[in-house]
């Protein structure tokens, strides 16, 4: 027999029964009864109830240890009575009357519980996060995690793709968040830097006659932490394909997606579904205008409304609020909330009004009730809607779709500000009164993002989104720009991919010829000489004969969130960093000697302390 096992801890069913075994793992759990002892033994494949008899020596080799000390155990499989069998665990059927013990490595007190997995301080747990990852929910998530990569991996090569990796010391760039930096011994003063993602690379690839390229890859940010983004780094299906259009991209990669959700969606019984078809495609200015986000979550039926036009002319509505607003520009906009008025009280509506001041840090939310009065109408007693003419009214019922029972809340100022709170208030209605649908993965695709978008801070048009997409258009459509109005109604060959509100990736067509893109930079105010400064190695190559390209980089760490429904990256992430950006169990990042100092030609500064 082998030295430490012949099964595993998850493996022996009813047809072991009266083999002898040997099993090693970690002491779960111990209960005494009458003498007789019982512990749960774990490893990573599942538990096993072992019954200690005191007539047998192992009894007292294992009564004197600590849980989560490592031990090797040998005994007979017997079968339990039926009133035993536990149904919620795959050995639940036998259990192993031991006769001999052997301790591998005895545990001290622990800093943290493994067996119950109580709430305990994060600091803790990501100290000895070794002990948090033996609790079952972050080991499952972390096995989900890799089967997930595993799936990926196999879905992208059956769809013709090919891995490759680029390199993790590179030159630093300037898009998007801060660089992690490294410096060289070899070239005194000079630096690498992490890639904040393979972009420039995947793309050279395609110029290098590669095509239908993916990599599972590293990328590095020096950014704060976010739920559902680590500090320092995260991982990326990074893909990119020639001689594509923007429905290639998306006819290759849904069915990877389609497929990993599907694979997944069932995972610890939880019984999920991804709908069949194709991803809804919807347009950026459609999706802001019903949804008042470009990443909607689309299990929420709720749509916003635009109900400017209802609200312009005081002398029909009363209601002189908002009428004064639309004259300085603002936008006024509805979200409807089916039923609320039938039921939830009055507090409901105040509740809303409340969170939106406090969370959202705004005026307010406007709200109204709708019920029938004495003739049959529907009217509101609210003072938004109270002093409405009949027919005014009637027609604005018609417009949002709302009747008796029904309530709606209001969204007013400038156009981006009433938007921004008539989303975060759409999800919040929709969640309070329960409508979000629930056991389903639903994608969509974002698209036809605009190419530039209005800097208010330096008064000028800017890139909106990629500056590298190629413009719906082309060059016809950017020299055909005269003004600022003219650049801003460009859109660009960029989507986005969402699912349940959560943005998985963003990517786009590229723009892979050199006269458009000095264009493109030109029209936002960058000269040639800036362009060729920061992404010269890119243009020069699209000199030399570059095929049309585009690609997209889904999260994997957000695509496992979803499968897991964990609330938070770390749950996912094997070593994760705090919100400090600071890895605990290791001590990193942490000073340094002197003479490694001196060897990368590096002298420190004296900190400014704050005053």
Not at 192 to 214: E, H, N
Not at 306 to 327: L, M, Q, R, Y
Not at 518 to 542: C, I, S, T
């Amino acid at each position: 027999m082998h030295a430490y096992r012949s099964h595993t801890c998850g493996e022996l069913r009813q047809s072991h029964v009266g083999q002898s075994v040997k099993l090693s793992g970690w002491l779960h759990r111990r209960r005494d009864h009458g003498g007789v002892m019982f512990i749960d033994l774990r490893d990573h494949y599942g538990l096993t109830q072992c019954v200690f008899d005191p007539d047998f020596p192992a009894f007292e080799v294992v009564e004197r240890l600590r849980t989560e000390s490592v031990i090797t155990v040998e005994g007979e499989v017997i079968a339990r009575s039926a009133d035993l069998i536990n149904p919620n665990l795959d050995t639940g059927e036998i259990e192993v009357r031991i006769k001999e013990a052997s301790v591998q490595s005895e545990a001290a007190e622990l800093p943290l519980p493994v067996f119950g997995e109580p709430d305990y301080p994060e600091d803790i747990r990501l100290k000895h996060r070794y002990l948090d990852l033996r609790r079952e929910t972050l080991h499952a998530n972390m096995i989900l995690r890799a089967e997930v990569i595993a799936s990926i991996r196999r879905r992208m090569v059956e769809q013709g793709f090919t891995e490759y990796q680029t390199p993790i010391l590179t030159a630093s760039s300037p898009e998007g968040a801060r660089d992690f930096l490294v410096p060289s011994r070899l070239h005194p003063g000079e630096f690498y830097a992490l890639p904040q993602a393979p972009q420039q690379f995947k793309q050279l690839l395609m110029v290098s006659g590669f095509d239908r390229y993916f990599q599972v890859a590293a990328c590095f940010r020096d950014e704060d932490a976010r739920a559902d983004r680590s500090p320092g780094e995260f991982y990326q299906l990074d893909i990119e394909m020639s001689f594509v259009t923007q429905e290639d991209v998306f006819q290759a990669i849904e069915p990877v997606m389609k497929g990993v959700f599907d694979e997944f969606a069932d995972w610890k019984g939880k019984g999920r579904t991804v709908p069949d078809g194709p991803f809804p495609r919807i347009p950026y200015a459609e999706a802001m205008s019903k949804y008042g986000s470009d990443k909607p979550d689309l299990r929420n039926p709720i749509e916003l409304v635009d109900v400017t036009e209802f609200f312009a002319d005081d002398s029909k509505t009363g209601f002189g609020i908002f009428a004064k607003i639309i004259k300085g520009g603002g936008k006024v906009i509805a979200i409807p909330a089916p039923k609320a008025t039938e039921t939830q009280s009055r507090k409901f509506f105040d509740d809303l009004d409340k969170w939106a001041k406090k969370e959202m840090q705004a005026p307010g939310l406007g709200f109204a009730r709708l019920r029938k009065d004495d003739d049959g109408n529907v009217v509101s007693q609210d003072p938004t809607l109270k002093n409405f003419e009949a027919e005014h009214l009637k027609a604005f019922l018609e417009h949002v779709g709302l009747t008796d029972g029904d309530g709606i809340f209001f969204s007013a100022g400038k156009k981006s500000d009433a938007y921004k709170l008539a989303g975060a208030a759409r999800i919040k209605v929709g969640e309070d009164l329960d409508l979000v649908e629930q056991g389903v993965f639903r994608f969509c695709w974002i698209v036809d993002f605009p190419m530039y978008e209005w800097d208010e801070d330096n008064k000028k048009v800017d890139f909106s989104h990629n500056p590298f997409s190629m413009p719906q258009g082309g060059l016809e459509a950017l020299e055909a720009a005269q003004s600022d109005d003219d650049l801003l109604a460009i859109n660009a060959f960029q989507y986005d991919i969402v699912c349940n509100g959560i943005e998985l990736s963003s990517g786009a067509i590229r723009n892979h010829r050199p006269e458009i893109m000095l264009k493109a930079f030109e029209k936002a105010g960058y000269g040639p000489e800036v362009v060729e400064a920061e992404f010269g190695g890119m243009l020069n190559a699209f000199r030399y004969g570059a095929p049309p390209h585009g690609g997209i980089a889904p999260g994997v760490d957000r695509m496992v969130m979803l499968l897991a429904d964990a609330e938070n990256i770390r749950d996912v992430t094997l070593f994760p960093m705090n919100q400090q950006a600071r890895d605990l169990m290791m001590q990193a990042p942490s000073p340094v000697r002197d003479a490694q100092l001196k060897e990368l030609h590096i002298r420190l500064a004296p900190q400014v302390k704050d005053k």
